[in-house]
């Protein structure tokens, strides 16, 4: 590793530079000298912009330096190097950068063809970074020459806050929640609010904690456009002082952070010796192209299944004991999302009740099927269809003609034998009183009797 040196710089004050002559191709207000090789920049100056630090590398030859802009939630960092015209036409120049936020073991590196990287603080307190370069030859793309690493350390402000979280759910509610750490201030007060699609919403409920200090935020009946970032804007405000503030600022884009309701219509069927099990995506507020989801099928003693369709089949075994699915679902191909829904209510899909009746339907109606075909075939081998459907004839006219003679004689003996009773009922002297009575309702009876 080279010998690093740096000269730290005020905004407000133009520091003296030891050095009166400048390094050929240095910008204005730089100057170089071979012997140390400090690099000297002016606040201000016309080339270069305000920084804060500058750091060069002490290796004779090719070597790089750096300084940052800060700009609310981002640092620019910028780096130049000392490579000739001759060079830079000569050869493909690279430069590789690596850098790793404080408290995180994750460094990120990147090769860019730029002198320049936006680095987004959001909650971390600083970070340190490293640039060398390369020189390519053009027609093999092997490393002629590079510079040794040039280091730079960012310190933030103090940050106050972490563990920083936010869902969407129900497709228009929106929860940011975070912790105040141990060594903020005690008259501090934290206040949220985000930008979407050029709009800017102030926290519509706070969530406190016991202290009366604002420890989260809840948002109902929000819309929002998966396209386009929320970019959170998280302010620490002193209270005895309302002009001291920080200010800390986080993006995310939509469908990131959104948790979706489980799936919906669960169901399951048997169907040849095998058990299905469908369902239908929940609502969202991105894309509903089936190929986007991801879910996971949990059965009863049974590991947790990945299924990227709406169903799921499996072979059917009888259980000795009841058996339960349910299904739950996260975003995964179209955008990255690692919250899962809630698992969807319990579907008891075969438990020995459900599976027998299950069963003896569809044995019953697979042996009515094969019963009506094997008496069809009965029937049409011993053509007992011409018999059930042969028509039935009409009486001929000689029935009719007895039919209605009969008829005729049974109207006449009714007649005569009405009459032989009228004349009877005549020839009774009145004096029998309730005798001739009497005998008049027997022949009624009788008559009636007859007819």
């Known amino acids: 590793m080279s010998l690093l040196k740096s000269v ?269 099990i469908h369902w239908k995506s929940p609502p969202t507020i991105g894309s509903e192209k089936s190929k986007c989801f991801l879910y996971q099928v949990k059965r009863t003693d049974c590991k947790i299944v990945d299924v990227t369709a709406e169903k799921y089949e499996y072979p059917f075994h009888k259980p000795a004991n009841k058996c339960a699915a349910q299904v739950r679902v996260k975003k995964e191909t179209c955008i990255r999302n690692k919250i899962w829904s809630e698992w969807s209510e319990p579907v008891f899909i075969h438990d020995e009740k459900t599976v027998d009746v299950m069963l003896l339907s569809l044995t019953s109606f697979c042996l009515l099927i094969f019963l009506g075909g094997l008496l069809l075939c009965a029937c049409r081998r011993y053509r007992c269809l011409e018999f059930i459907t042969m028509p039935v004839p009409h009486p001929s006219d000689n029935i009719k003609t007895w039919l209605e003679a009969d008829e005729t004689h049974h109207q006449k003996q009714m007649s005569m034998q009405m009459e032989m009773h009228s004349e009877v009922t005549m020839g009774i002297p009145e004096e029998n009183g309730d005798e001739s009575i009497q005998q008049q309702k027997c022949l009624k009876e009788s008559v009636l009797e007859d007819l």
């Open 8 to 276: 730290i710089f005020n905004r407000a004050q133009k520091p003296p530079c030891p050095f009166k002559n400048r390094a050929p191709g240095r910008a204005t207000g730089c100057a170089s000298l071979a012997e140390s090789q400090i690099l000297c920049v002016h606040s201000g100056g016309p080339s270069l912009p305000l920084c804060n630090f500058i750091v060069i590398a002490d290796t004779p030859g090719l070597h790089n330096a750096l300084w940052i802009i800060k700009h609310e939630s981002r640092v620019i960092l910028y780096w130049s190097d000392n490579l000739t015209k001759e060079e830079t036409e000569k050869y493909t120049v690279k430069y590789i950068l690596s850098y790793k936020f404080f408290n995180t073991s994750h460094e990120w590196k990147e090769r860019l063809r730029e002198k320049k990287k936006i680095i987004r603080l959001e909650l971390h307190s600083g970070f340190n970074a490293k640039v060398k370069t390369q020189l390519f030859a053009k027609e093999t793309e092997d490393v002629i020459k590079e510079s040794g690493w040039a280091e730079f350390t960012y310190k933030a402000p103090p940050v106050y806050i972490q563990n920083l979280s936010c869902i969407i759910y129900n497709s228009s509610f929106f929860n940011c929640t975070w912790h105040i750490k141990a060594e903020a201030p005690e008259d501090i007060q934290i206040f949220f609010s985000y930008r979407h699609v050029g709009k800017d919403f102030e926290c519509q409920q706070y969530i406190k904690n016991a202290r009366k200090k604002n420890i989260g935020c809840h948002m109902k009946k929000i819309s929002f456009q998966q396209s386009k970032k929320i970019n959170l804007n998280i302010t620490v405000r002193d209270l005895r002082n309302n002009s001291r503030r920080l200010s800390y600022y986080k993006a995310f884009t939509p469908e990131t952070i959104e948790k979706l309701n489980p799936p919906i219509i669960v169901s399951v069927s048997l169907e040849n010796r095998s058990i299905k």
